[in-house]
């Protein structure tokens, strides 16, 4: 099994650095979080311009038919550089429920997703991460092929301000989970905006007798495989933070000095550095691997359980020890490091969180 990635997904990935080095420095980052704007424009038309939006649909549906090792290579940079543009929420799981479902109208939205045009939004939340899609307990009601919401979805990221949004819900006849349809500005649709502790847009949406429409009724197997790829992406977006918090913190351990010498020379210091090197090498394998089976068709439920637990876990550990090591200072708004914890805090809720994934490990084993 090759773990290296290929010359274009090398390409791929310093263009992505590169744009965001460019546009995306922390203080650029602070001044957009705290604005009205959930996300930068200008940022979003440079990834449909790069094929970011077009890399995960295959070619028959317009896109570039990219693999989940083209995603995972560029991923990190996300996370590195602390983005709240809904790349995951919007192109890889609304974007791949549309596709999955295949109708015109999905197909037509997939076009408008590719080019960077619309945003849609993926209604999935109803609280404390579901970390399965058996908590699903949304419902929907289909009559003579036209569904009717009713019901509230919660951390909806982009919720406020997508042109759509793809419901995941259950329908009261048959129990089974299906994709639904749901344009801006639907009668019945309720949203409350709110920033999320890592800074993303996201809103509680709210439904009642929302008509929405059918694009697939037995969506559970696609909802879970798309589920599994979506955690994969957003796993190797919290290694970007984990690498950050890794720099930061040797860059600072090596230039605060106290009594005389850096506090990296303290024993208790190198310590703790040494086992945020060990944590992120673990991280780091975990996704490797994972990534190769998933790319391959290989990658079993235990293996993505496993890969969450892990990554929830050892970015914990990173983020706690990175702003031990910075004392109070870690801790402020002012400076980087608590923004990547954060940011790793609200990835390891997503989906559930790492406690509910190394139990299921145990309960698979």
């Not at 957009?32 to 704007?37: G, M, Y």
């Not at 619309?118 to 999935?124: C, L, P, R, S, T």
């Not at 983020?319 to 609200?346: C, F, N, P, W």
């Amino acid at each position: 099994m090759d773990f290296s990635f290929s010359q274009e997904q090398e390409m791929l990935r310093e263009s992505v650095a590169k744009l965001l080095t460019r546009k995306y420095d922390f203080d650029t980052r602070q001044a957009l979080v705290a604005s009205d704007a959930p996300w930068s424009a200008d940022v979003w038309t440079d990834f449909a311009e790069l094929g970011l939006t077009l890399l995960p649909f295959s070619e028959e549906h317009g896109g570039l038919g990219g693999s989940i090792a083209d995603l995972v290579a560029f991923a990190g940079s996300l996370g590195e550089y602390l983005v709240v543009e809904p790349y995951v929420a919007s192109t890889v799981l609304a974007g791949g429920a549309l596709a999955e479902s295949g109708t015109a109208e999905a197909l037509e939205w997939v076009e408008k997703l590719g080019s960077g045009e619309a945003i849609v939004a993926f209604a999935y939340e109803e609280g404390n991460g579901t970390a399965t899609s058996e908590q699903i307990s949304m419902q929907v009601e289909v009559a003579g092929g036209q569904a009717t919401l009713n019901g509230e979805k919660t951390l909806v990221i982009a919720g406020d301000d997508a042109d759509a949004l793809l419901v995941v819900a259950r329908a009261t006849d048959t129990g089974k989970l299906g994709f639904y349809l749901v344009e801006k500005g639907t009668s019945g649709l309720t949203t409350r905006p709110y920033k999320t502790i890592d800074g993303r847009a996201a809103a509680t949406v709210r439904f009642d007798a929302v008509p929405a429409t059918v694009l697939l009724e037995d969506a559970g197997d696609a909802l879970d495989a798309i589920l599994a790829k979506a955690i994969i992406v957003q796993c190797a977006e919290g290694l970007g933070a984990m690498k950050a918090l890794l720099n930061l913190t040797s860059e600072y351990a090596m230039t605060r000095k106290q009594f005389g010498q850096p506090i990296g020379a303290f024993q208790v210091v190198a310590h703790r550095l040494a086992d945020m090197k060990i944590a992120y090498t673990k991280a780091l394998s975990t996704l490797t691997y994972t990534a190769a089976l998933a790319n391959s068709g290989a990658a079993t439920p235990r293996d993505i359980a496993t890969l969450k637990g892990q990554m929830g876990k050892l970015g914990r550990e990173i983020g706690e020890a990175a702003i031990q090591t910075h004392g109070g200072v870690g801790m402020t708004d002012e400076l980087s490091v608590s923004h990547y914890h954060k940011r790793i805090l609200a990835l390891d809720t997503a989906f559930g969180g790492y406690q509910y994934h190394l139990r299921r490990v145990g309960q698979m084993a």
